[in-house]
């Protein structure tokens, strides 16, 4: 039976936001119908490795706090501050560290919530998180000590990249900041426009051959110079039109990625494009909307649009090998490639595995109801899955 989607409205009134304020368009009387949980033959089951929580998780809050893996390790971390790093076969604890709002240099850890939102990345040793209280977070990936930590111009609700000896935060206020990893010391920062209305979100950075490439809330994909905090290109992939102000949004909250001279993006209300990554001409473009992250393998990408349903395109010519569209509604997460299966998750904590090859599904495997707001992330034939509740699994595919 089809049934109204009550969660997916409040999904999407977290995700829009005008000077604090959730906005909805007055012209959108009618709630969207969501698909009903798809019933097919299922050809496997996923085993179950492990299972474990950390804190609160993200509850309703948007938090993209994917997981981050290195090694033999999974770091995650729940938005009331916990951090924890996992053993990735057997899920035992290695350490794990509680942050808090600072008010100084001195004061580790506050009784305020550290509203942590800005992913997790490892790089140069460290964990480097971020948070909405507009603060960046460095710790110890052996130990889990709390490093250093500094004040950024605006909320941290994307996970950082890294290069050239220094890593780099994109900001909801619209500011790419360049950080230097030992002691969080600012080296140059790039202002970008910010339109009144946008979309809940800002684009993670990507460090490729010595630019920094990010996406902006005005619908461009911009690249910057790492050693020097110039721009390089400013390439618009998407332009505001029509009549109502959701119609109009063309926020670029996407992480771009990178095959070989190519770089790919897409825009929501915009489109998916192909771009020479050195110049940020368009190669090719076509009509697809999201605001969830892609992925790719060595020859398609994979994309789930804005009414949740899964595309397998060709990265050489953009042309659609395959869709998937019985997840509509759904609040379908962003793709990841699990050994020869695509995984995606919806907002009732269900997640579905689809054969690469033609994009049906093989299997599915449901986790608590609060819901599945990030990617998988995978690790060979081993999958990390996230709940808005804080459980974490780790299954694995045939």
């Known amino acids: 039976m089809i049934r109204t989607s009550l969660k997916a409205l409040?999904?999407?009134?977290?995700?829009l936001y005008l000077n604090g304020c959730a906005i909805f368009d007055d012209d959108e009387?009618?709630?969207?119908e969501v698909a009903p949980i798809p019933q097919f033959e299922m050809q496997f089951e996923p085993k179950v490795n492990w299972q474990t929580s950390i804190g609160s998780g993200?509850?309703?809050?948007?938090?993209?706090?994917?997981?981050?893996?290195?090694?033999d390790t999974v770091f995650v971390a729940s938005r009331d501050g916990i951090v924890k790093a996992l053993d990735l076969v057997t899920g035992d604890e290695k350490w794990q560290q509680t942050l808090g709002e600072s008010a100084s240099f001195w004061e580790i850890t506050s009784n305020k919530s550290a509203r942590l939102s800005g992913g997790v990345t490892i790089a140069?040793?460290?964990v480097y998180i971020g948070s909405e209280n507009g603060e960046m977070f460095a710790l110890s990936s052996e130990t889990g000590e709390l490093l250093w930590h500094t004040k950024v111009?605006?909320?941290?609700?994307?996970?950082?990249?890294?290069?050239?000896?220094?890593?780099?935060?994109?900001t909801a206020a619209g500011n790419i900041i360049a950080l230097h990893p030992d002691n969080g010391e600012q080296r140059w920062i790039v202002e970008q426009e910010i339109p009144p209305l946008s979309l809940r979100g800002s684009s993670a950075p990507l460090f490729n051959n010595g630019g920094v490439i990010v996406g902006s809330a005005t619908g461009k994909v911009s690249a910057v110079i790492a050693s020097q905090g110039v721009t390089a290109w400013e390439t618009p992939i998407a332009e505001a039109k029509g009549a109502t102000d959701l119609a109009r949004l063309v926020d670029v909250d996407t992480q771009p990625k990178v095959v070989g001279n190519t770089l790919f993006s897409i825009a929501y209300n915009g489109n998916l494009v192909a771009?020479?990554?050195?110049?940020?001409?368009?190669?090719?473009?076509?009509?697809?909307?999201s605001y969830v992250d892609f992925t790719y393998d060595s020859s398609n990408l994979y994309v789930t649009d804005s009414q949740g349903h899964?595309?397998?395109?060709?990265?050489?010519?953009?042309?659609?090998?395959?869709?998937?569209?019985?997840?509509?509604n759904r609040g379908v997460t962003g793709p990841e490639v699990v050994s020869d299966y695509v995984v995606v998750g919806d907002n009732e904590g269900v997640a579905y595995l689809m054969a690469k090859a033609d994009g049906k599904f093989v299997s599915k495997v449901e986790l608590d109801d609060s819901g599945l707001f990030v990617p998988a992330k995978s690790a060979g034939k081993q999958m990390i899955l996230y709940t808005r509740d804080g459980e974490v699994s780790a299954l694995s595919v045939p």
């Open 310 to 328: 899964v595309f397998a395109i060709d990265a050489q010519t953009g042309i659609e090998k395959w869709s998937q569209t019985g997840l509509s």
């Open 29 to 32: 009387d009618e709630v969207s």
């Open 58 to 71: 993200v509850k309703h809050y948007f938090s993209r706090l994917t997981p981050a893996i290195y090694k």
């Open 275 to 289: 771009l020479e990554i050195r110049s940020g001409r368009v190669m090719w473009k076509r009509e697809y909307a």
């Open 153 to 170: 111009k605006g909320e941290v609700i994307a996970p950082v990249a890294f290069g050239e000896g220094l890593i780099f935060v994109h």
């Open 124 to 126: 140069y040793g460290n």
């Open 10 to 15: 409040a999904i999407a009134s977290m995700a």
